[in-house]
Each structure stands twice: as structure tokens, then as C-alpha cells.
């Protein structure tokens, strides 16, 4: 299984609130009304000079186990990130209560390039990864409109969904995982943003032909919270990996927490 990658998953995994599902009216809107206009929020142009700009800390904890259930690997990163002009920078600052080493600085710019080229991404590092759903991401998906619910005082349409039958193309190594998954989405009654989301893992999936490895579980939670300002940001998510590694079977868990959330006056 290949490390550090997987973790990343998660967050496209987990940004999905679009596609051609089931019609199950809530009040006046249908699973295929909420999916569309998810969708259409996340495609909109935004007015990026109009954006405030925020900075925050993110708290991100990863432990690997060994095949007795002992943790052999314990590692806390702390991150500054930086929201500007519609744009996401981060900035490695602390690992294991630690300044970062040039090594570790370097490890973390070469696991942002290998994600964007898993993922098959062409934009750069600095643009916003928050809600990037698009029309092609979304549509590997089928939608159930399950009723709604209330997230943070605020109204929000629950919605489950899978795996289109037959499965859609791969062309990317995320597309064989996206081929697996299903869950649950909330997405906020008001702006159409995704609120909640919680993602599982059918079957296995080899990565590479399974030379590198497979990942046989995958449990994935994201929680994302509005700014008074009408911005929204990732601030929770916990993740339980299982799978292969080589030939040495693995079990990863995840957390990371967004916090201290403040305005800044943009740079010239």
C-alpha cells in the first residue's frame, strides 16, 4: 500500500456531492436537484479579488500498526495554512513537537506533486483543493436522496451513494478506488456546500497490480464548517486504513483538525 498517498485520498474521495442519482423528493428538491446544484456551486467562477483571506492550523496525527496491533509509528505534523484570493497554500511548521528538517520538507513537496499526478490533477499546488467537484468526478456515482438533517443549526440534505453498474473507465490510480466506494454525503440546504461525508470501501483494491499493494479497508469521515462569511473548510476528518504493503500487511489511522481560523488582510 502506498503511504502517504492514501491518506490524501480521502479528501477527493470525500468532496463527491454531484451526479445522476435516484428521485426521491424532499420537499421540492430530488436527489438529482441537490446533486446538481452542489455541482454548480463548485463550478461557479468566483470573484477571487472579492474572497476574504484566512489563515489556520492544521493538526494532522498518522499511526501505523504492526500485524499484532502495536502502534509502530506515531508521527504529528502541524501545518500553517494560508486562504488567498480563492487560493490554498500550506506550510509544513512542526513534526513530532519539532521543526521541520530539510529532508522532511522536501518528503512533503514530493508527496504534493505524486498526489496531483495520482489524481491526475494539472492545476498547481496553490489552488483551493476545499470542493473540487467536477461534472466527470461526480458522474462515476448513482444518488439516493435519504431525507435531511441538521448539521451546526443548519439544514442539510442527507444523501447515500455507490458505484455506478457497470463501473466507469479508470484512467487513474484514484479511479480504481473510486470504482470501490460508497457512503454518505450532507450537503447544506442553503449554499448547496458539503457539509458531512462518510466514505467505506466495498472490496479490495490492488495498486499497481497489486505489486505496491492493496488497500482491503477504507473508513473515511469528513466534517466541513462555514465561516460567517460564506466560506467553507475541511476542519475534521479521521481515517482506518487496512491493506499490503509489499509484502507486510498494514493498518494506518488518521486524524486532522483545522482550528484557530482568523482573518487576514490580504498581500500586495
Not at 93 to 114: C, D, F, M, T
Not at 232 to 242: I, K, L, P, R
Request: hydrophobic fraction near 35%; include cysteine.
Amino acid at each position: 500500500m502506498v503511504k502517504s498517498p492514501l491518506f490524501r485520498f480521502g479528501l477527493v474521495v470525500l468532496l463527491l456531492g454531484g451526479g445522476i442519482g435516484t428521485s426521491i423528493s424532499a420537499g421540492s428538491l430530488s436527489a438529482d436537484q441537490v446533486i446538481a446544484k452542489a455541482v454548480a456551486r463548485a463550478q461557479k467562477p468566483q470573484n477571487k479579488a472579492g474572497l476574504p483571506a484566512y489563515t489556520y492550523t492544521k493538526v494532522t496525527l498518522t499511526e501505523e500498526f504492526d500485524a499484532t496491533g502495536n502502534v509502530k509509528e506515531r508521527k504529528e505534523k502541524v501545518f500553517q495554512v494560508f486562504f488567498e484570493l480563492g487560493a490554498t497554500r500550506v506550510k509544513l511548521i512542526e513534526v513530532n513537537g519539532r521543526s521541520p528538517g530539510e529532508a522532511e520538507l522536501k518528503k512533503q513537496a514530493e508527496n504534493e506533486k505524486h498526489l496531483q499526478k495520482m489524481v491526475g490533477e494539472s492545476k498547481s499546488q496553490s489552488e483551493s483543493r476545499d470542493n473540487p467537484l467536477t461534472p466527470e468526478l461526480v458522474a462515476r456515482f448513482d444518488f439516493k436522496l435519504l431525507g435531511e438533517t441538521e448539521i451546526n443549526g443548519r439544514r442539510a440534505y442527507q444523501i447515500a451513494f455507490q458505484p455506478k453498474n457497470p463501473e466507469p473507465p479508470v484512467h487513474h490510480i484514484v479511479d480504481r478506488l473510486l470504482n470501490r466506494i460508497s457512503g454518505k454525503v450532507c450537503i447544506d440546504a442553503e449554499e448547496f456546500e458539503i457539509a458531512r461525508a462518510e466514505v467505506f470501501l466495498g472490496s479490495e483494491v490492488n495498486l499497481l497490480g497489486g505489486v505496491v499493494g492493496s488497500l482491503k479497508k477504507l473508513a473515511y469521515t469528513m466534517t466541513r464548517t462555514r465561516m460567517g462569511d460564506g466560506i467553507w473548510f475541511n476542519t475534521f476528518s479521521s481515517g482506518d486504513f487496512e491493506g499490503r504493503k509489499l509484502l507486510d500487511s498494514t493498518r494506518i489511522k488518521t486524524k486532522s483538525q483545522s482550528i484557530n481560523f482568523r482573518p487576514v488582510r490580504l498581500t500586495s
